[in-house]
Antibody, heavy 118, light 110 residues
Framework: EVQLVESGGGWVQPGGSLRLSCAAS????????MTWVRQAPGKGLEWVAN????????NYMDSVKGRFTISRDNAKNSLFLEMNSLRAEDTAVYYC???????????WGQGTLVTVSS | DVVMTQTPLSLSVAPGQPASISCKSS???????????LYWYLQKPGQSPQLLIY???SRFSGVPDRFSGSGSGTDFTLKISRVEAEDVGVYYC????????FGQGTKVEI
């Protein structure tokens, strides 16, 4: 069974930066696509970015392209989301999830809250 | 970008009664490999989302058989044959054929 634990959330001013981490355990990590999904307060789910097993392929939603960078360290079974130029609309709980294939998100973390506010 | 539209946005169901949620996509979800990457997720109150249905109609491990998915192309449906109290929450469809897009969510109450 895969276990995912996010960390790194917090409060940041508009224009600031934050780095989220997701620690994976319990199953093979290095072959898995991994995904970040976010949920603004009281709103629905929004797919943010994903990365393939060796980190060579990355995809982003349009509104975060050029500001967010997804990466991973397979030696440490860790996934990251570097977020720069943060905006108020980036305020959300950020979940990491394992993507078995084409969006089959079969394991989710508990989420970490990012608040962007002055 | 593919837009996923769910209806209704909220649903109140008596225990033991059926429920149905529709999800329509702005483009066909049939992938070049012939498969259709349409999923259903449930987010129970205070919890992370969980996978219910994958590839339109396959139930994920541990999902009760009162949940079923159907559809093709651009029109999809999630049905709960007999709603139980533990089924409350927000249901999301999500497509994985053209990057990834979630529907707005459907809140199910008892």
């Amino acid at each position: 069974e895969v276990q995912l634990v996010e960390s790194g959330g917090g409060w940041v001013q508009p224009g600031g930066s934050l780095r989220l981490s997701c620690a994976a355990s319990g199953s093979i990590f290095r072959n898995d696509w991994m995904t970040w999904v976010r949920q603004a307060p009281g709103k629905g789910l929004e797919w943010v970015a994903n990365i393939n097993g060796d980190g060579s392929e990355k995809n982003y939603m349009d509104s975060v392209k050029g500001r967010f960078t997804i990466s991973r360290d397979n030696a440490k079974n860790s996934l990251f989301l570097e977020m720069n130029s943060l905006r108020a609309e980036d305020t959300a709980v950020y979940y990491c999830a394992r993507d078995q294939y084409f969006g089959k998100l079969d394991a989710w973390g508990q989420g970490t809250l990012v608040t962007v506010s002055s | 970008d593919v837009v996923m539209t769910q209806t209704p946005l909220s649903l109140s169901v008596a225990p033991g009664q059926p429920a149905s949620i529709s999800c329509k996509s702005s483009q066909s979800l049939v992938h070049g490999d012939g498969r259709t990457y349409l999923y259903w997720y449930l987010q129970k109150p205070g919890q992370s989302p969980q996978l219910l249905i994958y590839e339109v109609s396959s139930r994920f491990s541990g999902v009760p058989d009162r949940f079923s998915g159907s559809g093709s192309g651009t029109d999809f449906t999630l049905k709960i044959s007999r709603v139980e109290a533990e089924d409350v929450g927000v249901y999301y469809c999500m497509q994985g054929t053209h990057l990834k897009t979630f529907g707005q969510g459907t809140k199910v109450e008892i």
